[in-house]
């Protein structure tokens, strides 16, 4: 990625390879000894004049003409005194001059560190060559002085001093992850979705800003495996009449406690905290968290929350919702569910949350992936519109939240092709 701005070019360096355009050899250094962090490359030409941070002041120095061999500008000096003064921000500076046999010595100085003798004498003219590089500092704004001695070594026949540009290294500050929205909606096929009159929010705005899996099956009939499968990567072979807090396997809830990131499944007309009564229109069936054993109890009380109690302002890393039966169209109508979907789904994006609407399972008499073909999509700030036919089900969804808050695979959903969730 290439950014001009004015005299500024900005290059991103990664831990695993160089962008193309200008990368610093400071900054791949930097890259290769600490490869969990990136580095940004910053190149700033002699003309940004001034005193913010990335830009130069000039005591004595004068621009000479324009000429491409100079990168745009040159500035230069051969009496002593003249100071050329770099405010920069980042961790590491260098500076790239013209050097030619006329050329003399500058005393250069970074912060608090002792000055040293620059040698700007050169056999030959070179253009753009870097005179020197600072020591790597602490991530901040620091000041580098170049003055001119007005000395200069026995082979040259001159004292100037030049300035091209520098380059200033930083550190790269990585996009932190937005939290992650998962709505499991019941019993529509894909077909029965996409193109429905009835369901407007969903195809007239949600599908045209979001990025539509085309080719998404749910794993089973009916609804309970489904949650199962996209929670711990299996199911359980006990249809919807598995016992509450029964289940025994690892599972996405118990991975984040593990890994000490926020949580919470959202249950529209649960009662009370991690309820476990079938109480209409709340069903326990499309709540997995009061089936696992590893959450019963402290954890479920904690984290298995009436959908009342959501907060926008401070969303869990991860959040599971459920909408009641009516509005998750189990025993409601296409525009009840679709109507509820456009109310909290445009909430969850402008809390900047990505945020993944999926349906259990597709009509009982669809077979594909064993639950039918249905609707998955992932909209928020940071998705690109469009669609994906990449094959995928609920193993894989459950495979690309793993992935996402580096958590690694469960049991089925190791083998499946992970959704790329960004």
Known sequence: MIVRSFA???????????ATGMASPEATALARSNPSTSYSSLKVDDAAIGTRPNHISYKGF???????????????????????TIHWRGVRLSIQARTSPRFGIGY?????????SVNWYTRGVDYQRTVYTSPRLPLGVHTTTIDVSGKHVSKSSGTTITLDSFVVTTVAVPRAKAPVVEILMENLGYGSVVGNGSMRFINNTLIPHSMLLTNYDAVAHPSLPNYD?????????????????SFTQDNIFNE????????????ESMPSTCDTRALNPYAPRHNPEV???DLAGSVCNGTDLPLSSLNYSSLPAFS????????DIHNGTPAQGDAWLSTYVPKFQAAGATVIVVFDEGNTSDQAGGGGHVFADISGAHVTAGTNGTSYDHYGLLHGLLNYFNLGCLSSSCGATPVSIP
């Open 256 to 267: 984040l406690s593990q890994a000490r990131d926020s949580f919470a499944s959202f249950d």
């Open 8 to 18: 500024v070019l900005a290059v991103l360096v990664t831990p695993l390879a160089l």
């Open 291 to 293: 089936y696992y054993t």
């Open 320 to 327: 599971f919702v459920t909408p009641n039966l009516i509005h």
């Open 229 to 245: 499968a996209l929670t711990s990567g299996q199911t359980e072979g006990c249809g919807d009449t598995c016992p509450t807090e």
């Open 108 to 116: 250069v100085s970074t912060g608090h560190a002792a000055r040293v």
């Open 62 to 84: 004068v621009s000479v003409v324009r000429s491409s061999d100079y990168g745009g500008s040159d500035h230069d000096s051969h009496k002593k005194g003249s100071v050329a």
